[in-house]
DNA sequence: TCCTTTCAAGACCATTCGGTCTAGATATGG
DNA sequence: CCATATCTAGACCGAATGGTCTTGAAAGGA
């Protein structure tokens, strides 16, 4: 029935419905679920991140989630799902962040320094090796799996529009370098962001990449 | 006895004796090799290049290579051998042409306008889907293999050199921008090219993606 | 109490994995 | 011709893969 190739749309839609708006004033008989889903997604995401997709064996979501076979199979249908609900958290996460650093009410450049340090953060040492499962998916299974395809592409037009839209009142407050094109900067921007998820894997020093990134938005803004 | 783990020393020691510097004077008695090891090795990797380590498997390999299960690994060792192989031409290769591009004779500007426009090509359309074996390695096994990690970590750090140089000659020559550091540019130009790659895996058009690097190269030259 | 549902543990399944080995054909040099 | 070495084809191996199913305990509502 499920299959391990990708015929996602049916796993895809058992578990939306099964899963989201929990308990829609509709009240089960029996034993009441005793684990939180979301959390195990969430130790599932982990593993994905730090192993990777194929790398990634039954045994391991196990052993992260703590759940038996059953449990998990009964809760996700299959890994494939369960991956594609580990990189939604993690995107949704990604996002979430950077429309906090990037608010539109609060002052853009401030939002761009922190957005790019943060990403210094991230992909400096030890937390550079551990790499990024957005990235990480993108090159593993981009082009061979249609329902990562669709993530990997809303996510860096999210991404690309949040960091224009920045940039954009960046520019209308005056803060630009003249010639500076705001879309044009906002793909430069996020080029050189995951560029640094890549490099990142060697691990270099949090001073080093900062003082990477502080050049870099040092020639766009005046 | 050779054994899937990752005790590389081993074979990666008999590969180089049994492959460098063809018939030094010793000539064999038996029925001589009848295939292109190098060809198989190129064949390879391009199967690696478009699958990744993980989901290539054997059967891919030997239908690429056209070799048999048993001259396979009598030419190779193992699966992991032959992989690193295959990366080691792949760096060779990108090195190779970084040498052209941006060779100390020539125009310095003109060759990091080179440098990009290969990148831009390499990552646009069809060739971005396609990806990047050095990027695809790294996010998949960095940090898990560390024959690939030294593989990537001297990569990068050679590429770097090279902008870097090429930039510090721009810059003796007046054509770079006030207040550019070569090393620090370098890092920019590696991080957003590495990017490229990434991004490039949602099939970008050749225009965008060469106004983006206009744009930024015009943010360093004079 | 009874019914229903979920739980963990693990047996079980077919398939595939990377890797070894044999058999028989073939191609060279002595 | 003989010895040597390599080739292909495929059998074979143990281990691991993703996935299903059974069992029996436990936890809720009616």
Chains 1, 2 share one sequence.
Request: aromatic share 8%; with cysteine; hydrophobic share 40%.
């Amino acid at each position: 029935m499920t299959q391990s190739g990708h015929l996602q749309f049916k796993d895809q839609l058992v578990y939306k419905s099964a899963v989201s708006h929990q308990t829609p004033a509709r009240l089960p008989r029996g034993r009441p679920r005793s684990f939180d889903t979301e959390a195990a997604v969430e130790r599932a995401m982990g593993v994905f991140w730090s192993r990777g997709y194929h790398a990634t064996a039954l045994p391991d979501l196990l052993r992260a989630t703590k759940l038996s076979r059953g449990s998990l199979y009964a809760a996700f249908g299959d890994k494939h799902s369960l991956f594609l609900r580990a990189l939604d958290r993690y995107v949704a996460n990604a996002l979430t962040r950077m429309d906090i650093e990037l608010a539109p009410h609060s002052e853009p450049v401030d939002g761009l320094r922190a957005y790019l340090a943060g990403y210094v953060e991230r992909t400096s040492g030890a937390n550079g090796r551990r790499g990024c499962l957005l990235v990480a998916t993108a090159m593993e299974l981009a082009g061979h799996d249609a329902e990562v395809d669709r993530r990997i592409g809303r996510f860096f037009k999210a991404m690309e529009a949040r960091v224009a839209g920045a940039l954009s009142r960046a520019k209308a407050a005056g803060k630009l370098d003249d010639g500076v094109d705001p879309s044009s900067a906002a793909r430069i921007l996020v080029c050189f962001v995951e560029g640094l998820r890549v490099v990142g894997k060697t691990g270099p020093t949090t001073i080093t990449s900062q003082a990477t990134a502080d050049a870099l938005l040092d020639r766009f803004i005046k």
